[in-house]
């Protein structure tokens, strides 16, 4: 084995970004073929704000996935998220940064209640964060029927619809949140124990590392992160919404997106680069079927389709580096 | 350093630690002074991994008392030892595939800077420390998982060692090293001699043992037996003392040529991306050893042989017939049996029981060839035959000691009735007792009519079971060697100093 291959393909530039480009060449093409025009102004746009939405969800999903936990809770948090942060501004800007607190706040808890359960009780993530999302799904259906409370407007004409150019905002804070995960996964101790502990946790535990703590951080940034994307949904639709989160399917969406982007389900191997990969990639699915206009249910068999086959690639990437 | 040193630097009294009920550890007293080398022997699950377990923080004793540099010592978990500077380098390899040398290495205390972890100053001070191992081959950025076993094991230590420990843990630190791989070894557990750093040596190896202690300890069942100065233990002793048994019955008798039949499994120009033109008769009867170094092909032919990488060219037969070994089921089905090399990765399910593990094989390969409770039943005679010690047959088996796990493994085998065993290093990590009672075993298959092929790196093993023996290098067989043949004539032509060997 000479330094070379040792070296070589360390962390290789996530195979989903070559999926993306190819993706958006030939949907760029069929698209002209049927008369329209795959990237103009308003496609973007709605391309960078679908993008956004589910990209703040599964970049917090990553670092959970990454840790060997799951949380299958995102979608009631974001719903509550909306809720929590319309009520309180009720209209007004001037309980707009207490609103956004006491949002994250509110996500948080829940993150802490998921990461206790899953680290304190052992018991295991996916029955832990679907029986917590299941608990707001009740406070949810029992409180509200319909939308309720008003997004402040500044928060609406900011982060709702502002742009620079074609990117919106939204986006922007997106490509924020994604650099400050992929920083915190690759340069402090917390992302370094974070992936040890989703690598091999009694190999993490033997070396010193505080798996539960690591664990419990992890699910509070994750729900954080669907936190977030309820205050911009909010930001979106004027106000809070109870079922935004679970229709918007963010839960397993999210999910899909990390597989794609190339992190392993079991933990231990992936980032968030390649989670934004997924997230564009899903993104521009949806865009170029909108821009056909191919009907809905084709258009989740597509999506299916995509995901089986992604993870079909890199678990026979896994199988050739076990072989060598 | 003759005796006990003024101020030991670790103290057990009276350690004590039971497991479901079963007593594994009993008032065991150990002392380590600043500079010493003190070997722990012992036979398979005498409590001798517990106890550095307990030592390194791994588990918390349920009677006795620690004292570490003078003050007495609770440790919670790995970290309150590590700080204590207390480091341990496993038995099993305690790595992260995915990750880096530099990250497996400072995994737990990463060096930072302003907060953040020092990536640059964390290579160079693994750079640094893998060069006191004198391993400078080896880069620090390289992922763990693309090294070999050898290279991982260096890892290992350099990961102790950069805790700045002043008692440092090696529980069989050579079980997975080539000959010249436990020199540098050896050379490293003086240097940190010289530095007064207190080394715990647990070896199943006793000539390490001598060459290395200052004092030996002896465990025998959760007790210790004796402690003594190094100068004064014979070999012979210390055998007696673990197992109560001479050394002289160390391997089974050959076996007679009347007792070697037909060619079971014979091999013609096999050949696939690691091994070429490999030629091979196995018999009924016989103890085919293979010998050469790590990466000769070895495994390598062990694993073609049972399906697992097979061989793309080539021709196979069994008794006679031509047969395709295409996956380990067809090899299992056409009467092959497979003995791992790494028993943790590839030989057991850590958490089935010992039941599950042992009916593995039988129920994935013939669904349906008898009754479930008389299989059953016939495997919970094989798991005493072969003297399993186990709480029950459904204990966990990552419970249970290396030797014990073997021998479930042996039995999940044996269940099939194989007409052809492979070993690959069955007694990897398994103590002197356990060691005897498995080469019994294979000699009593190979009497009872099964071809047995065994990898060893031991050559005492190999050279003490093998009816003859096949060396390969570089993925071919460099030559056929007859019992009685000597150490240096395998070793001669695993590395090549005489050509193809006429034997």
């Known amino acids: 084995m000479s330094l070379l291959s040792l070296r070589a393909a360390r962390r290789p530039v996530p195979g989903v970004f070559v999926a993306l480009a190819i993706t958006l060449a030939v949907g760029w093409l069929i698209v002209m073929i049927d008369g329209g025009q795959l990237f103009n102004q308003s496609t973007t746009v709605s391309l960078l704000h679908v993008a956004a939405g589910l990209g703040l969800v599964a970049v917090g999903q990553t670092l959970v996935i990454l840790g060997g936990s799951l949380d299958l809770s995102v979608a009631y948090v974001i719903s509550l998220s909306t809720l929590v942060a319309a009520e309180t501004m009720n209209g007004s800007d001037g309980a707009l940064l207490p609103a956004i607190g006491l949002a994250l706040t509110v996500s948080a808890a829940v993150g802490l209640l998921n990461g206790l359960l899953v680290t304190r009780l052992r018991i295991n993530a996916f029955i832990a964060t679907l029986g917590v999302g299941l608990l707001l799904k009740g406070y949810l259906d029992n409180g509200y029927d319909g939308p309720a409370g008003t997004t402040s407007p500044t928060l609406v004409q900011t982060l709702g619809y502002q742009r620079i150019g074609p990117v919106p905002l939204s986006f922007l804070l997106l490509v924020a949140v994604t650099a400050a995960c992929w920083f915190a996964l690759a340069r402090t101790r917390f992302g370094h124990h974070l992936v040890a502990v989703g690598g091999d946790p009694e190999v993490a535990r033997l070396s010193g590392v505080r798996n539960d703590r690591v664990l419990v951080v992890a699910h509070m940034l994750c729900s954080l992160c669907a936190g977030l994307t309820g205050i911009y949904l909010a930001s979106r639709l004027g106000s809070g919404a109870p079922r935004v989160g679970t229709e918007g399917l963010y839960d397993l969406e999210s999910i899909a997106a990390v597989v794609i982007g190339g992190t392993a389900l079991a933990g231990g191997r992936g980032g968030v680069v390649g989670t934004l990969g997924g997230v564009l990639l899903l993104a521009s699915i949806d865009a170029i079927f909108n821009q056909l206009e191919v009907d809905a249910f084709f258009k989740q068999v597509i999506r299916g389709a995509i995901i089986i086959a992604a993870v079909a690639v890199y678990a026979r990437r896994a199988m050739r580096k076990a072989a060598v | 350093m003759s005796d006990r040193a003024p101020v030991p630097l670790l103290a057990l009294r009276g350690i004590g630690k039971s497991f479901y009920g079963v007593r594994v550890l009993d008032g065991v007293d150990l002392d380590v002074a600043p500079g010493e080398v003190h070997a722990v022997v012992g036979e398979n699950g005498a409590g001798k991994s517990t106890l550095m377990k307990i030592v390194s923080g791994g588990y918390v004793p349920d009677g006795g008392t620690i004292e570490f540099a003078g003050r007495s010592c609770v440790f919670g978990g790995p970290r309150d030892a590590q700080r204590a500077g207390i480091g341990i380098i496993h038995q099993e390899f305690n790595l992260l595939p995915e990750r880096t040398v530099a990250e497996n290495v400072y995994l737990g205390h990463e060096p930072k800077r302003r907060g953040l972890v020092d990536r640059r100053q964390m290579l160079s001070r693994t750079r640094d420390l893998l060069a006191t191992i004198g391993e400078t081959t080896l880069p620090a950025d390289a992922v763990v998982g693309r090294l070999g076993v050898a290279q991982q094991q260096v890892v290992e230590i350099a990961k102790a060692l950069a805790l700045d420990a002043r008692l440092l843990i090696m529980d069989e630190p050579t079980a997975a090293l080539a000959d010249h791989e436990v020199e540098l070894l050896y050379g490293l557990v003086r240097r940190l001699q010289q530095q007064g750093i207190g080394l715990l040596y647990v070896s199943h190896r006793l000539t390490e043992v001598f060459d290395l202690s200052d004092r030996i300890t002896v465990l025998k069942d959760g007790r210790r037996v004796q402690t003594m100065p190094t100068t004064e233990a014979t070999a012979e002793d210390l055998v007696r003392q673990m197992v109560g048994r001479e050394l002289s019955s160390y391997y089974p008798d050959r076996a007679a040529p009347e007792d070697i039949g037909a060619v079971r499994l014979a091999v013609r120009g096999g050949g696939n991306r690691k091994l070429r033109d490999i030629d091979l008769d196995l018999r009924a009867g016989e103890v085919l050893g293979i010998g050469g170094l790590q990466g000769s092909g070895r495994s390598a032919l062990a694993r073609a042989l049972f399906g697992v990488e097979p061989f793309t060219t080539g021709l196979v037969t069994i008794d006679g017939k031509p047969t395709r070994l295409r996956s380990p089921r067809a090899a299992t089905r056409a009467g092959i ?48 035959t072969v003297e399993v010690r186990a709480a029950g047959d459904d204990q966990e088996i990552r419970f249970l000691s290396g030797g014990n796990q073997q021998k479930v493994v042996l039995a999940r085998w044996l269940a099939l009735d194989p007409l052809i065993l492979l070993f690959d290093e069955p007694t990897r990590g398994i103590d002197v007792g356990a060691k005897s009672a498995i080469h019994d075993l294979v000699r009593q298959l190979a009497r009872a009519g099964a071809a047995v092929l065994m990898i060893s790196s031991e050559l005492p093993e190999l050279l003490g079971m093998s009816d003859r023996m096949l060396v390969m290098r570089d993925g071919r067989v460099a030559g056929e060697l007859p019992a009685g043949s000597t150490e240096e004539d395998v070793v001669a032509l695993a590395v090549g100093t005489v050509s193809e060997a006429a034997a």
């Not at chain 2, 593990?357 to 349906?368: D, I, K």
């Open chain 2, 337 to 384: 049996a497979y003995v791992t090399e790494d028993r943790k990765g590839e030989g057991i399910v850590a958490r089935q029981s010992v039941l599950d593990n042992a009916l593995l094989a039988s129920r994935a390969v013939f669904p349906v060839r008898s009754g479930r409770a008389a299989r059953t039943v016939r495997v919970r005679e094989l798991l005493a």
